[in-house]
């Protein structure tokens, strides 16, 4: 038998492997993509939906999964996930179409939902002592980080000797281990058949996150279709009203908008929310322009942005193990603030210095990691116990939410600025326009081409670097403001108010 504390943090280990794999799935894509779009024949718009397919329908099912989770128990809940993960690995890997590959993704992501609340309410569960219960959040944080980093490294090393859906296939033998795992050393389930699961209340939310992308997405065109983007926009702002307005007449709601009134818990939520913005958008748009304009392959290029997650590493374990010493104020706003400064570095050297871009990208995730080790703790420990599947949720869908409008909208305003500012010479087709890789398909060795497509995606990425360090900024700002009057002693009080 394996004693009581070796049994809590190898169960650690089992759910952050589960969120391991969600995080991985998350940006294994980005160095992959000029490589799944030419094998697939996927546009530019398909991309971008094999990428978005993934947050956009995990975001929408959180808040529910983290309810239906109290309902049915945590530990089936985790393990229902992890099937359902490893059939739609399987789906993806051998998709022969990019409508198919989406739809695959769409799967995946219902099974992400499934298990990412559950991780977290496991681990709160779990580990009773505060201190033990801050490290394990902050270790479970930072393979967000480190899950984000390694899957731009591992999609490359895999499209050196496999095809593409060898990055969805690797999911297979994680899952199976640990469904074998979890079954020999979760807890005994705890259902709570007295929870209500609003299946509505899912949808409306679904609706109103794929509404508010399509009109991101759409408006960043440069010939948008203005009907589109109306309608999008009226389904996010429809489904999000209906959503708030269900929720309050609930008697058991997915989202109890109280607790938003915890200054502490709210901070958390921003804070994850920002981190995964700037996670996201700085390995996107990096890992795009250095295979596309310097020619790197998709592994080094993971490898480059993987800087991130190595200067996260150590700042997400000291932010979590210093927590209770130094309170939330300083770790969350000090880190977003930090990384903003990181931001600043990337954005006047990505053309200039690899070795101040590098120390650019290890700054950022410095900041981003210390940041997001104790967002976890900051929502998990201002909420009651009966509501950790709820405050679960709310965490998830930052991260995702985070992640998605990082995509969407730093993807699109790439794409766009690139095309509205590209110089092509006379007699080159105005279709060369739709983004680098078209360019660069007609350029040959056309060196005039080439260069006038270099330096719009340069100017494309300048532009969307600047957009990136002005959100860490506001981050920092917000967090300050909402942690001002939190200290050591304050950080983790849950609110009265229930």
Same mark, same amino acid.
């Given at each position: 038998?394996?004693?009581?504390?070796?049994?809590?943090?190898?169960?650690?280990?089992?759910?952050?492997?589960?969120?391991?794999?969600?995080?991985?799935? %998350?940006?294994?894509?980005?160095?992959?993509?000029?490589?799944?779009?030419?094998e697939l024949g996927a546009n530019g718009s398909e991309g971008l939906w094999i990428i978005n397919a993934y947050p956009v329908v995990m975001a929408g099912l959180l808040l529910g999964s983290?309810?239906?989770?109290?309902? /049915?128990g945590r530990r089936r809940m985790f393990l229902i996930g992890l099937a359902v993960f490893g059939v739609a690995s399987l789906a993806a890997a051998f998709s022969p179409t990019p409508e198919t590959l989406i739809a695959a993704r769409a799967f995946l992501a219902v099974g992400a939902a499934a298990m990412m609340p559950a991780t977290l309410a496991l681990i709160r569960i779990t580990f009773e002592d505060e201190r033990e219960r801050n490290v394990a959040i902050a270790i479970w944080g930072t393979l967000a980080i480190v899950g984000s980093a390694l899957g731009p490294i591992i999609s490359g090393l895999l499209l050196q000797s496999f095809w593409w859906g060898s990055v969805?296939?690797? %999911?297979?033998?994680?899952?199976?281990?640990?469904?074998?795992?979890?079954r020999v050393l979760a807890p005994p389930n705890d259902a709570d058949p007295t929870k209500r699961w609003d299946l509505p209340s899912s949808l409306l939310a679904l609706v109103a996150l794929v509404g508010?992308?399509?009109?991101?997405?759409?408006?960043?065109?440069?010939?948008?279709?203005?009907?589109?983007?109306?309608?999008?926009?009226?389904?996010?702002?429809?489904?999000?009203?209906?959503?708030?307005r269900?929720?309050?007449?609930?008697?058991?709601?997915?989202?109890?908008?109280?607790?938003?009134?915890?200054?502490?818990?709210?901070?958390?939520?921003?804070?994850?929310?920002?981190?995964?913005?700037?996670?996201?958008?700085?390995?996107?748009?990096?890992?795009?322009?250095?295979?596309?304009?310097?020619?790197?392959?998709?592994?080094?290029?993971?490898?480059? /942005?993987?800087?991130?997650?190595?200067?996260?590493?150590?700042?997400?374990?000291?932010?979590?193990a210093s927590l209770h010493r130094v309170g939330l104020l300083p770790i969350v706003a000090g880190g977003l603030a930090l990384s903003a400064v990181g931001s600043v570095l990337i954005l006047l050297n990505f053309d200039t210095s690899m070795g101040l871009l590098i120390t650019g990208l290890?700054?950022?995730?410095?900041?981003?990691?210390?940041?997001?080790?104790?967002?976890?703790?900051?929502?998990?420990?201002?909420?009651?116990?009966?509501?950790?599947?709820?405050?679960?949720?709310?965490?998830e869908v930052s991260y995702e939410f985070g992640s998605l409008i990082a995509v969407a909208l730093l993807g699109s305003l790439l794409a766009a600025v690139y095309t509205s500012t590209v110089d092509l010479p006379a007699g080159v087709p105005?279709?060369?326009?739709?983004?680098?890789?078209?360019?660069?398909?007609?350029?040959? %060795?056309?060196?005039?081409?080439?260069?006038?497509?270099?330096?719009?995606?340069?100017?494309?990425?300048?532009?969307?670097?600047?957009?990136?360090?002005?959100?860490?900024?506001?981050g920092a700002v917000t967090t300050g403001l909402l942690l001002r009057h939190h200290g050591p002693g304050s950080a983790l009080s849950a609110p009265t108010h229930h």
């Open positions: 038998m394996i004693p009581s504390a070796g049994r809590r943090w190898l169960l650690l280990a089992v759910v952050s492997a589960g969120l391991l794999l969600i995080t991985l799935d %998350n940006s294994i894509l980005y160095a992959a993509l000029p490589t799944l779009v030419e983290g309810t239906l989770g109290d309902r /049915v969805f296939l690797i %999911n297979v033998p994680v899952v199976i281990a640990a469904l074998v795992a979890t508010l992308v399509i009109a991101i997405k759409e408006t960043a065109k440069t010939e948008p279709a203005p009907l589109l983007i109306v309608a999008a926009a009226l389904a996010a702002v429809i489904g999000g009203w209906a959503f708030a269900r929720q309050s007449h609930l008697p058991y709601p997915l989202l109890d908008f109280s607790i938003f009134r915890n200054r502490a818990f709210l901070a958390g939520v921003l804070a994850a929310g920002f981190s995964m913005f700037a996670i996201a958008g700085v390995q996107l748009i990096t890992t795009q322009r250095f295979q596309l304009v310097e020619g790197f392959t998709p592994l080094r290029a993971g490898v480059l /942005v993987a800087a991130v997650a190595v200067g996260a590493l150590p700042t997400a374990l000291a932010g979590g290890l700054i950022t995730g410095a900041g981003l990691g210390a940041a997001m080790s104790v967002a976890s703790s900051a929502i998990i420990g201002n909420v009651p116990a009966r509501r950790a599947g709820m405050a679960s949720s709310v965490e105005d279709s060369a326009r739709d983004s680098l890789d078209s360019t660069l398909a007609l350029a040959g %060795n056309d060196p005039t081409l080439i260069t006038a497509a270099s330096n719009a995606f340069d100017g494309a990425y300048f532009t969307v670097m600047i957009v990136v360090t002005a959100v860490i900024a506001v």
